[in-house]
């Protein structure tokens, strides 16, 4: 039995499969569906849990090389929270296209995170090293 660490059996699941290069999606609670790839919904009530705090979690377990967000993030979301986001992502290179191009790279991942968050374009895509 799991007594620390993640917990979430479908969680687990999808981070024991992120080999190199793969990517896993962290997503806000208004991200689309995407039939094609397997959605842990842990989604609760509004801002529980956060894109940040399932991200603290999932880096404990994996070694993530490079992450990716929506240039709308910066453009919709105050300093304090870009700064939130920038430390939650210390030591991973960090790169910004359109949404609609993000959009795009999600059927490859290995799965998508659905949480409760409520910040606009809080959504992440972390490749694996």
């Known amino acids: 039995m799991i007594k620390t660490g ?4 479908g969680i687990l699941s999808l981070v024991a499969r992120v080999r190199h290069t793969n990517a896993l999606v962290i997503a806000d609670r208004g991200f689309p569906f995407w039939p094609q790839i ?4 842990i989604s609760l009530v509004d801002e529980v849990p956060t894109v940040l705090q399932v991200l603290a979690a999932v880096r404990a ?3 993530f090389t ?3 967000m929506a240039r709308e993030f910066q ?8 700064a939130a986001f920038a430390k939650g992502l210390v030591g991973i290179p ?4 359109p949404h ?8 490859d991942a290995i799965g998508l ?3 409760g968050d409520t910040i606009q374009y809080a959504n992440l895509i972390l490749v694996s090293g």
Request: aromatic content about 6%.
């Open 94 to 97: 960090l790169k910004f296209e």
């Open 6 to 9: 993640l917990l979430n059996p």
């Open 113 to 115: 995170i659905r949480t």
């Open 66 to 68: 490079q992450a990716c």
């Open 61 to 63: 377990n994996c070694n």
């Open 38 to 41: 397997e959605t842990v919904d």
């Open 75 to 82: 453009k919709n979301n105050s300093p304090a929270t870009r």
């Open 100 to 107: 609609i191009e993000f959009k795009k790279r999600v059927p």
